[in-house]
């Protein structure tokens, strides 16, 4: 088998297919839900909604991910709470300011940007890789959690620690010739842009959407969001 064939194969046409797939998909879901349309409000105003949609972001991007004890989930389940607020804090920095990821984003829109030292980015993508295990240990043993998990979520799981774990293995140059584990990091790359529109995955568009309406319409309200 030719590595070095798969991995300009891998670096092409296979990763142009799967962002061309992603793009659609989630245009299409976009789409979807924008025809869905919305109630007109016929509440009389009581206060601002850009003050609330402004509260609302603080609390949801700032606020509940680093100061828990707000927030009654976290007394509930603290690993999950934890846990998962360290993986989707990781995920973001390595994939926008990753050295290497900064150089793709240049590729595909001519923009680039200062990345985080390397060492940072490494501890970071470690932290990550850490977290997905302990998510996983998690759903495995809880008992409420192990039955809601269906095969949908297990894919979910499964296409974002090979990424990770495939692209930690390819930056210490552990185990594979540097080819292999390139080319397979690409290819999981892709499987996971494929799959991303067809999955819950593509929350991380919508959250932006939900977290702007339920903020404005609390804002009217003059309530906390």
């Given amino acids: ?78 690993l999950t709470f934890i846990a998962g607020a360290i993986f989707h804090l990781s995920l973001f920095l390595v994939l926008i300011f990753g050295a290497a990821h900064i150089l793709v984003w240049q590729s595909l829109f001519g923009v680039s940007w200062a990345p985080l030292p390397t060492p940072v980015v490494d ?9 997905l295990i302990i998510l996983l240990i998690n759903r495995l043993t809880h008992p409420v959690l192990r039955l809601l998990t269906k095969l949908p979520a297990w894919i979910n ?23 292999v584990i390139f080319s397979l990091h690409l290819i999981f790359v892709c499987l996971l842009l494929i799959w991303i529109p067809f999955s819950r995955m593509s929350h991380f568009l919508f959250y932006f959407f939900s977290r702007t309406i339920h903020g404005a319409r609390a804002g009217k309200r003059a309530v906390t969001p």
């Fill in 1 to 78: 088998m030719d590595w070095t064939e798969i991995l300009r194969f891998s670096r092409g046409p296979l990763f142009h297919f799967s962002l061309v797939i992603f793009i659609a998909g989630m245009i299409y879901r976009l789409v979807r839900i924008i025809f869905l349309g919305w109630e007109k409000d016929r509440v009389k105003s009581q206060g601002s909604k850009l003050s609330g949609v402004i509260i609302g972001y603080l609390k949801g991007l700032i606020i509940l991910p680093f100061i828990p004890w707000v927030r009654r989930t976290f007394k509930n389940n603290a």
């Fill in 123 to 131: 501890w970071v993508a470690a932290a990550g890789i850490v977290s």
């Fill in 157 to 179: 799981w499964t296409l974002v620690f090979l990424p990770f774990t495939t692209g930690y293995i390819m930056y210490h140059h552990l185990w594979f010739p540097y080819e």
